[in-house]
């Protein structure tokens, strides 16, 4: 008879389903609870306000303890009606330590965590309302194991007082990112020399100013606010929005494929860093302390450091394209091999079978 896990995540291009599939493969029942899925007009204007006006959050948590506490209690209520195995939480910022206390007592199955981002929302935390902010810290005590896909919150975890934690990076789906087609109108239609797909943060906006004088197309949500917001007029490389097959498109119709990671990155690896390499396309990274652990650079992926390394390394792979494409060839290989979702699945499941805490 099959194992059951249950695995309540947020819904996050496609990532979910792919774990889902991944416990499949491995020869398990597995079952998807999506979380924060819908946020309501109230949640919305409690969260917006309390930020700008946190005397009114004594007033306002309330409301967002009330809708959060639903997903607490349809979590619940899975566990009952399910009965798993297994409980893979992934993030985890929208449990409360008294939900992971009810699951505790309701059952005696491991409860798993895996991060995904900064677990202490360092970074982003003026964008979180106080309990997404704290319930993984409070809640650290009462997971029999967590993951972590950056090695420098593996250390900061450990560093207040959790030994059942290890590094487990992120991968890719070679169903979705390995199978996509593009014809010669889409490559003309996409094909840029450089291309960009994600949000505006400020180390990426500089880097795409630094290239800006090159054939570059820049994708993703919120890059029309962020130069508005600063008085200044939306730049010209800034081509809209992408998602789904277009940005698979992007990336093989274009000679470059940027990847420069969020500052959330301290030393790990976001998806695109495999998903890029997948698809066939080629990369070029911001270097990551954790590249090293997974990739020969410069040979497997190619890396830029700083501004200077990425102008010298832009020039010399769009006078030889070929050199780029063998590097990314060679990384293909690598992640297909190594670094799919099910191999992160059998790695996890081989790490708590080692801590002894599943058989």
Known sequence: MKKKVLI???????????????????????VLLNYGTKTTLQEKLARQLGLKLPLL???????????????????????????????????????????????????????????????????????????????????????????????????QIRQKGIDRVSYLPLATDPQRYGQIKVSAAEKKEFGYDLCFVGAPHPNRVEIME???????????????????????????????????????????????????????AKEGLNTRTFDILASGASELVDYQKNLDLHFQVGEEIAAFRDKQELLKLVQSYLSNDALLKEISNKGKRRVLNEHTWFNRVNSAIKTLSEQGIWN
């Open 210 to 264: 630094s290239l800006k004088q090159y054939d570059l197309g820049v994708f993703g949500d919120g890059w029309v606010k962020y130069f508005m917001d600063q008085g200044q007029k939306v730049p010209a490389y800034y081509k809209g929005l992408a998602a789904g097959e277009k940005v698979l498109k992007l990336y093989l119709s274009s000679r470059i494929a940027l990847n420069v990671h969020d500052p959330e």
């Open 57 to 155: 959050k004594p007033l306002l948590n309330p409301i967002l303890k009330y809708y959060l506490g639903k997903e607490n209690r349809e979590l619940l209520a899975a566990v009952r009606r399910e009965r798993p195995d297994l409980i893979f939480i992934i993030k985890g910022d929208h449990l409360f330590p008294e939900t992971l206390r009810k699951i505790k007592s309701a059952t005696n199955v491991p409860v798993v965590s895996y991060i995904w981002d900064d677990p202490f929302y360092s970074y982003a935390g003026i964008f979180a309302d106080d309990y997404r902010r704290t319930n993984f810290a409070q809640g650290m005590p009462l997971y029999d194991y967590i993951f972590v896909y950056d090695t420098y919150y593996v250390e």
């Open 8 to 30: 309540n995540s947020p819904r996050f291009y496609g990532i979910d389903e792919a774990i889902r599939e991944a416990f499949e493969q491995a020869g398990f029942e597995a």
